[in-house]
């Protein structure tokens, strides 16, 4: 089955570029939707955005200036990037298989997310 | 901007019955939102409860069933249990590529 791991610095500094990779193992990453889901400490869950092995992508309108998501198929790994990043984008984020190709919005495995920090 | 609407909290006594709905601001839920439905325990990462309006994602036991109640999406629980004590989310699909979630409603079995 497939597993999915996030890693990445856990702290990040005001006005940086937060940077995360999720690790695919169990499965191939191709004919997939990826995407990154965070979740500020004590609040609900915000979707940042997907992006196909094919390279088509697409962000959440709040974030799409400052986000990128890429999928790696040679390294099996699907990364997130976040600029100018401030202490509201402080939060756990996940990576997750979306099942676009069938039913968008079903999001399935889930990682077990990795907490940012963003602070001087 | 159209925003997913839920309630936020919620109380069921064991072996009840709840219905948690998933609306929006402006206008009507239908299958064409694909709502879908998370549970998430504290320190864990959620889980898929139901996808598309109501089919069942695997393990899940039978007593958690989706449908669309009016102009919103539900999810119902029935026979609840005390480990059904958890925060529950809707995510919707607004077309486009755009996937949101509503605020989410924290479910307590007292």
């Known amino acids: 089955q497939v597993q999915l791991q996030e890693s990445g610095p856990g702290l990040v500094k005001p006005s940086e570029t937060l940077s995360l990779t999720c690790s695919v193992s169990?499965?191939?990453?191709?004919?997939?939707?990826w995407s990154w889901i965070r979740q500020p400490p004590g609040k609900g869950l915000e979707w940042i955005g997907y992006?196909?092995?094919?390279?088509?992508?697409y962000y959440n309108p709040s974030l799409k200036s400052r986000v990128t998501v890429s999928v790696d198929t040679s390294k099996d790994q699907v990364s997130l990037k976040l600029s100018s990043v401030t202490a509201a984008d402080t939060a756990v984020y996940y990576c997750?298989?979306?099942?676009?190709?069938?039913?968008?919005?079903?999001?399935?495995?889930w990682g077990q997310g990795t907490l940012v920090i963003v602070s001087s | 901007q159209t925003v997913v609407t839920q309630e936020p909290s919620f109380s069921v006594s064991p072996g009840g019955t709840v219905t948690l709905t998933c609306g929006l601001s402006?206008?009507?839920?239908?299958?064409?939102?694909?709502p879908t439905w998370y549970q998430q325990t504290p320190g864990q990462a959620p889980r898929t409860l139901i996808y598309?309006?109501?089919i069942r994602s695997s393990g899940v036991p039978d007593r958690f069933s989706g449908s669309i109640l009016g102009n919103r999406a539900a999810l119902t629980i029935t026979g609840a249990q005390a480990d059904d004590e958890s925060d529950y989310y809707c995510?919707?699909?607004?077309?486009?590529?755009?996937?949101?979630f509503g605020g989410g409603t924290k479910l307590t079995v007292l």
């Open positions: 997750v298989r979306d099942r676009g190709e069938i039913v968008p919005g079903w999001f399935d495995p």
């Open positions: 169990g499965g191939s990453i191709s004919s997939y939707y």
């Open positions: 992006n196909h092995y094919n390279g088509n992508s």
């Open positions: 402006s206008g009507s839920v239908s299958t064409t939102y694909y």
């Open positions: 598309n309006t109501n």
């Open positions: 995510l919707l699909y607004m077309g486009g590529g755009l996937r949101v």
